[in-house]
């Protein structure tokens, strides 16, 4: 039996911030410098964690980045007044905001608000229609890192039997339509879908964005599949950590030290039986900044007609 082949985000990502920051440089001989805002409300730790991590890489890349972090008790017409400011400025290519928000402020229509041309998430509805119809623009940075570990791990796409459980707006979706549009057989399963193994066992390639740990088990995986697994949940009983990681030294120490372990949306069992898994963490996790990156460059070049591979 053939050893699995492990699918190194960290690498993967590494190497696409090395390109960005390449780019970055090219733009700077020509007097331009990426921008990209980034509003944070509130003080959601998780959140803040995000935030920061994309504005420290945004200036390792030599991006300018702008936090702004309003209070909780901002408005949702105070938001809109924001979004406005940052889509006029002529140094902001990118407006990113962080989410969740509060309850009282309407998502949908910030999102919506944020200058398609400036949307580095890629959650504009315009962009949705753009990826959907194979247009250029600015796709999602979760399901486009998903794309290029495919890619730059040289697996086949095209003619591939893909299976993505999970259908969000945000990973599920949009994965789904850009393997599409990679030539690949899409099925999306979700929580409505009746006797899932049925489809994950057809699945050469198989995503998991479900947002449980573990679901997906070795009996649910054809033997030699691409598994990528886009799941982060975070376990913090004893006896799920021994039950995932049997005898495992190292994650025992990493649970008794903070308290809890992250694990992904597969079963290690079902690694065990495919032929190449992203791991969790450091597999799809690790390319979602380098891709807001990505994107950011890609803003600042179509806002200017510069052609994306120049
Ligand atoms: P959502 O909760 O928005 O979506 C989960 C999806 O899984 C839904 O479509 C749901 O179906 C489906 N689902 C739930 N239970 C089942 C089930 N029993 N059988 C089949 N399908 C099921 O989550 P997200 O898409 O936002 O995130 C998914 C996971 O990915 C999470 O663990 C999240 O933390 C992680 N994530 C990781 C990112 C990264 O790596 N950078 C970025 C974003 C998310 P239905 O629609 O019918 O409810």
Do not use: W
Not at 14 to 20: G, H, M, N, R, T
Not at 217 to 223: F, S
Not at 224 to 245: C, H, P, Q, S, Y
């Amino acid at each position: 039996k053939r050893t699995p082949a492990i699918l190194d985000g960290v690498a993967i990502a590494a190497q696409i911030k090395a390109e960005v920051a390449a780019e970055v440089q090219a733009l700077s001989a020509r007097g331009i410098t990426p921008g990209l805002a980034v509003i944070l409300v509130g003080e959601e730790p998780a959140s803040q964690i995000y935030v920061r991590t994309k504005v420290k890489t945004c200036g390792e890349l030599g991006i300018f980045s702008e936090m702004i972090t309003p209070p909780e008790s901002i408005t949702t017409d105070e938001m809109l007044a924001l979004v406005a400011c940052l889509n006029a400025r002529e140094d902001i290519d990118g407006v990113l905001i962080q989410l969740p928000l509060p309850k009282h402020v309407d998502t949908k229509r910030l999102l919506e608000a944020v200058a398609p041309d400036k949307d580095v998430d890629g959650f504009h509805p315009v962009n949705v229609g753009r990826l959907q119809s194979g247009q250029p623009g600015l796709a999602p940075c979760t399901p486009a890192g998903i794309l290029e570990i495919l890619r730059r791990s040289g697996l086949p796409v095209a003619g591939q039997n893909a299976v993505v459980v999970g259908r969000s707006d945000i990973v599920g979706k949009p994965t789904g339509v850009m393997l599409l549009n990679a030539s690949a057989t899409v099925t999306v399963c979700h929580s409505k879908t009746v006797d899932l193994g049925r489809f994950t066992r057809e699945a050469d390639l198989l995503v998991a964005a479900i947002g449980r740990p573990g679901f997906i088990t070795a009996e649910m995986v054809k033997p030699g599949a691409t598994l990528i697994d886009v799941g982060i949940n975070r376990i913090t009983d004893a006896a799920e950590v021994e039950e995932f990681f049997p005898g495992d030294p190292a994650r025992a120490a990493a649970f008794a030290k903070r308290g809890s372990v992250v694990v992904g949306d597969i079963h290690p069992d079902a690694f065990a039986v495919s032929g190449a898994y992203t791991p969790v963490p450091g597999g799809v996790g690790a390319l979602t900044i380098a891709m807001l990156m990505q994107n950011t460059v890609a803003a600042a070049k179509l806002r200017r007609g510069i052609s994306l591979g120049s």
